[in-house]
């Protein structure tokens, strides 16, 4: 059974770091492309980071770019978001999702997300 | 950035009706449009891709159709494990965007 499982979330002051972690379970983690979406209290959801198999490609949105870095450990079967100057607007849910092997963009897993406040 | 647009926030339907979501483009972006469903305490479900395209366990109640800018979620004779937000998402360029939602409820 695929499991993704993120841990780290918390509250932080704005200007802060924060780093997410999520272990993939289940499947060949080396073989996919990972995300991650986030989701701020009552609002849709955002995409914020993908990374490639080998971790040398990394895409993000102009809302994060510079501020947050995807990473992953394939032999660990872990995946990170490094979060810095941290936003009273990056408060949200944030899922770790695979993506679809055969069609790039499409998030074919979820984990049930970690709670990041940003807060003074 | 590709607008997407969920007209309908909130539907309600009783079980075994059948329902229709719909999801625009600000541009055309071919069939590069997936569907995913969320329950209450439950973990994102993909449902379709590619525009129609069930994803594998998805039950065959569901259809998705369109092309282009408009798009379209069928789901035939409701089930009551169907009522939850569904959202839909353009994969045809960065950055990915999504629907803002549309939440089906039990009338």
């Known amino acids: 059974e695929v499991q993704l499982v993120e841990s780290g979330g918390g509250l932080v002051q704005p200007g802060r770091s924060l780093k997410l972690s999520c272990a993939a379970s289940?499947?060949?983690?080396?073989?996919?492309?990972m995300a991650w979406v986030r989701q701020a209290p009552k609002k849709g959801l955002e995409w914020v980071a993908t990374?490639?198999?080998?971790?040398?490609?990394?895409y993000y949105p102009d809302s994060v770019k510079g501020r947050f870095t995807i990473s992953r450990d394939n032999a660990k079967s872990s995946l990170y978001l490094q979060m810095n100057s941290l936003k009273s607007e990056d408060t949200a849910t944030y899922y770790c999702?695979?993506?679809?092997?055969?069609?790039?963009?499409?998030?074919?897993?979820w984990g049930q997300g970690a709670s990041v406040t940003v807060s003074s | 950035d590709v607008q997407m647009t969920q007209s309908l926030s909130y539907l309600a339907a009783s079980p075994g009706e059948s329902v229709s979501i719909s999801c625009k483009a600000s541009?055309?972006?071919?069939?590069?449009l997936a569907w995913y469903q969320q329950k209450p305490g439950e973990a994102y479900k993909l449902l379709i891709y590619?525009?129609?395209t069930l994803q594998s366990g998805t039950p065959s109640r569901f259809s998705g159709s369109g092309s282009g800018t408009d798009f379209t979620l069928t789901i035939r004779s409701l089930e009551p494990e169907d009522f939850g937000l569904y959202y839909c998402?353009?994969?045809?360029?960065?950055?990915?965007?999504f629907g803002s939602g549309t939440k089906l409820e039990i009338k």
């Open positions: 999702a695979r993506q679809l092997l055969w069609v790039s963009g499409v998030m074919d897993a």
């Open positions: 289940g499947f060949t983690f080396s073989n996919y492309y």
């Open positions: 990374i490639s198999t080998s971790g040398s490609r990394t």
């Open positions: 541009k055309s972006i071919s069939n590069y």
């Open positions: 590619s525009g129609s």
């Open positions: 998402q353009q994969y045809y360029e960065k950055p990915l965007t």
